[in-house]
């Protein structure tokens, strides 16, 4: 009976042990970037106009129309809006996107000047809030 009691006290204290161990790590856990060089984590300028020229061109005609995009920290947002919504499942839009509206990998101008950066192209219709969006593959840092 001692033995079986001192087993279950020695599961009790392992069980804290890893509650505890788990805790502080929640704790200790902040987020880098909130205290780092905002410029290491944002996109430059020029990342941002080269995805703006990139599609600007693609969509200069037809009825999808590229709105333009925006930094976030450590990526860009590519934003296009479209008269309706696309009529397939949605892994298959997020294909699409990615095999056909995502800059090809021959526009090494602007994957150089992305580098590091995640390339991320949203499609909506009239709400910005309610995109379907893919994340566009780097030739360069694959």
């Known amino acids: 009976m001692l033995t079986k009691t001192l087993r279950l006290e020695n599961l009790v204290i392992f069980l804290i ?3 505890c161990v788990i805790a502080s790590t929640q704790l200790l ?3 880098v970037t909130r205290y780092a060089k905002k410029s290491e984590y944002f996109p430059s300028k020029s990342a941002v106009s080269s ?4 599609f600007y061109q693609a969509f200069s005609l037809g009825s999808w129309r590229y709105q333009g995009a925006q930094a976030k920290s450590g990526g860009v947002n590519a934003y296009i809006q479209i008269p309706e919504k696309l009529d397939m499942e949605l892994d298959i839009q997020h294909q699409y996107l990615r095999r056909v509206i995502c800059p090809n990998s021959n526009n090494l101008d602007l994957w150089h000047e992305l580098r590091n950066t995640k390339l991320l192209v949203h499609i909506y219709t009239t709400n910005k809030q309610k995109t379907v969006s893919a994340m566009c593959e780097n030739p360069l840092s694959a």
């Open 17 to 19: 042990a890893i509650a």
């Open 29 to 31: 856990s902040v987020d």
């Open 51 to 54: 995805v703006n020229r990139s």
